[in-house]
């Protein structure tokens, strides 16, 4: 057993979790990756061992609890503990809400409202049971506080992100857990890579100071200032770290 803190990761196999991951690995923190894509889950892992960092992958699918809570008893069994929660991973499909297929609906809530939902509950509960201060980031997005054309069951999602903090926040504080969200704007990673609608992504941009995607690791770092001690009074906060994109009009 060390004093270093335990970091999990979900989604940290690309995008803003790979750059979460790397961002508590160089800080000293030992991080666990969890993705359901092996390859590049074990890759994100490589490259923190390539940098002296120390992490170990857990193959996962958020969106089936007793994953999650197999993710969370192999960080314990491996590190000892578990001092932070990254309940990041998502999915987004683009289609108008009234030719949608229903089956892409349920897919995203599963992934992106159902994932958090579990990595809260688990990590929370392992936290109680070890009195560990814990903190839990979950990923919403300004598409929770505002709506776009063709994201609807995302929109559906992500409000729920937002209300689940705030909810699970108030109950666990006696515990002395805090639970917070990130809310990025628009993020170069694979989601928006993927997005066959050019217009839609410059749109996204524009609405930033400079008219640019934002980087991960700019996410990244805004969710390693939350989990830090320095932090301890920001509690059921959703933190904006969209460069202005829900501030500007
Ligand atoms: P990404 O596609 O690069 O990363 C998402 C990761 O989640 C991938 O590694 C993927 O394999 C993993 N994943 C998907 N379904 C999973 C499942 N069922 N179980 C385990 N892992 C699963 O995209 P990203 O932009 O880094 O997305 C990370 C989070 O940020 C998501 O919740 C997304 O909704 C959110 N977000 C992204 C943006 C953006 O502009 N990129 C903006 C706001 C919010």
Do not use: W
């Amino acid at each position: 057993m060390t004093d270093k803190r335990v970091a999990v990761i979900t989604g940290g196999a690309s995008g803003i979790g790979k750059q979460t991951a790397i961002k508590f690995a160089s800080k000293g923190d030992q991080v666990v990756v969890a993705d359901f894509n092996q390859q590049l889950g074990e890759e994100t892992v490589a490259q923190i061992i390539k940098d002296g960092g120390e992490a170990i992958f857990v193959k996962t699918d958020v969106s089936k609890y007793e994953e999650v809570e197999a993710l969370v008893e192999k960080t314990v069994a491996t590190y000892g503990r578990i001092d932070v929660m990254f309940n990041n991973a998502g999915i987004g499909r683009v289609t108008p809400v009234l030719d949608q297929d229903l089956k892409d609906y349920h897919s995203v809530i599963n992934v992106n409202q159902h994932g958090v939902a579990h990595g809260i509950i688990a990590a929370g509960k392992k936290m109680r049971e070890l009195g560990i201060k814990g903190v839990i980031i979950n990923t919403a997005s300004v598409f929770g506080f505002l709506a776009s054309p063709g994201t609807f069951a995302y929109h559906a999602s992500k409000g729920a992100v937002i209300m689940m903090t705030k909810s699970a926040a108030l109950e666990m504080s006696v515990h002395g857990i805090r639970v917070l969200a990130v809310a990025p704007g628009a993020v170069d990673t694979p989601i928006i890579q993927g997005y066959k609608d050019q217009g839609m992504v410059d749109q996204m941009k524009s609405k930033v100071m400079g008219n640019k995607l934002t980087l991960p690791e700019q996410v990244a770092d805004t969710v390693y200032l939350l989990s830090l001690p320095e932090a301890s009074a920001i509690n059921g906060s959703v933190v904006m770290a969209d460069e202005g994109y829900a501030s500007f009009k």
